[in-house]
């Protein structure tokens, strides 16, 4: 008995199969195993106890079919999903010269393949006509192979293209460039490259003969005409009509093999035109006698003829007299606050707005008309420009200590006759 377990154990031992998938050898065994034990489990007769000899071997096939069973088991049912395994590096695949295995058309599983025609051996191993090495393929048409497009090397290699060529011939590259030098004209360059001035002007979009600059890049065309883009509706005819030139001159001038255009292609049409360069506008030339200028306020830049304004308005917003009209001091000095507003005591023009060095700082003069004039004197600012229209009460400017001065006010003067030029000063307390 213990010898019989003994061997059944090595059987078994034998019949375990890998993690692999099962041979047919073992499948075969197992099957024969199980119908032996079906046959040894019922005895001749019910009343006959079977001897120990044939109950020894009973139970040794029972095991063995047991242990093919569970062999089966595992390797069948895994652990939740696909397996698989390797042996070794394997032999590569093999093709046939035209790219395919020859003779497969059709096969089982919906595999294309005709197995009756190129058989594959046990190994796999498949001739280059597609036939299995050794076999005799004399038999087997030029029709039973399934040819695939190249390249394909000797041995049937698929040979990986290289890159495509995907540029489009236009004119771009005969396209000259000129960089602007000192003393050159346009005329110069256009005659320097034997196309026109216009070709020139044309091609880089020119606006004024003058618009010429040292370091400029021009484009220069490499024939007299117009360098267009190729847009979506462009062909060839469209082109050619619309600038009246010859389709087979553009591509000659072009350089171009395919009369079908890409959107973007740079082209020159050759002997094509566009707009003249623009006629300058006449100048108009200036009158003997200029018109009086608008001022930011109304009126006009002449002084009025006739002062009719009446009474002068006080020229500071607040302040007192500091100082009264006497002799050597012919004007009155009004006391405030710097930056207080100083205004026009009576409409006019102004005739002077800015700084003088003559000890009154930035001022201004005021003609009122009737030979009448009023300055503003020692202003931090001023407000108003010469020749502005101002009215009575216009500010124009603050209270300062600019010039002469020892404090913050305005020195006021009020003059019969032109300002420092032949007229007099009088006491402005007369007019205020």
Do not use: C
């Not at 590259?173 to 346009?186: A, M, P």
């Amino acid at each position: 008995m213990l010898n019989a377990s003994v061997g059944v154990q090595r059987v078994i031992a034998r019949l375990r199969p890998g993690t692999g998938r099962r041979t047919a050898a073992a499948v075969t065994f197992q099957r024969r195993s199980i119908s032996l034990a079906r046959t040894l489990r019922t005895p001749a007769r019910t009343d006959v106890r079977p001897s120990g000899e044939r109950l020894v071997t009973a139970t040794a096939v029972g095991l063995v079919a047991l242990a093919v069973a569970l062999s089966g088991l595992t390797a069948t049912t895994g652990g939740g999903g696909p397996t698989g395994n390797t042996d070794g590096g394997g032999a590569d695949p093999r093709l046939t010269l035209g790219g395919a295995v020859a003779g497969i058309q059709d096969g089982p599983n919906g595999i294309a393949g005709d197995f009756d025609a190129a058989p594959i051996d046990a190994e796999g191993n498949v001739g280059l006509d597609g036939s299995v090495v050794g076999r005799d393929t004399s038999a087997l048409s030029p029709t039973d192979a399934a040819s695939i497009d190249g390249p394909f090397s000797s041995d049937g290699t698929l040979v990986k293209p290289g890159s495509v060529d995907t540029a489009v011939a236009d004119g771009s590259e005969l396209i000259r460039t000129y960089k602007v030098k000192s003393g050159d004209t346009l005329t110069g360059i256009a005659a320097k490259f034997h196309v026109s001035m216009m070709t020139v002007w044309w091609a880089n979009d020119l606006k004024n003969k003058d618009d010429l600059r040292i370091g400029q890049t021009l484009t220069i065309p490499p024939v007299n005409g117009l360098v267009v883009t190729v847009r979506t509706s462009d062909t060839l005819e469209s082109l050619a009509a619309k600038y009246h030139a010859d389709p087979a001159d553009i591509m000659e001038v072009n350089e171009l093999s395919d009369p079908n255009l890409v959107v973007g292609q740079t082209l020159t049409i050759p002997g094509a035109r566009s707009a003249p360069i623009p006629t300058p506008k006449p100048k108009p030339k200036p009158s003997a006698t200029p018109k009086p200028r608008s001022s930011g306020s109304s009126g006009t830049t002449r002084p009025p003829a006739q002062y009719t304004g009446g009474s002068f308005l006080w020229p500071v917003d607040g302040g007192y007299i500091s100082q009264y009209f006497h002799y050597g001091h012919y004007a009155i000095d009004i006391a405030a606050n710097a930056g207080t507003r100083v205004r026009a005591a009576a409409g006019g023009v102004v005739i002077f707005s800015g700084w003088k060095n003559n000890g009154g700082g930035y001022q201004v003069w005021i003609a009122h008309g009737s030979g009448l004039y009023t300055t503003y004197n020692h202003m931090m600012s001023v407000s108003v420009g010469r020749g502005q229209h101002v009215s009575r009460g216009t500010q124009v400017g603050r209270v300062g200590m600019t010039g002469n001065a020892t404090g913050p006010h305005l020195h006021f003067e009020v003059w019969r006759g032109p300002v420092w030029d032949g007229g007099v000063r009088v006491n402005p307390l007369i007019y205020l």
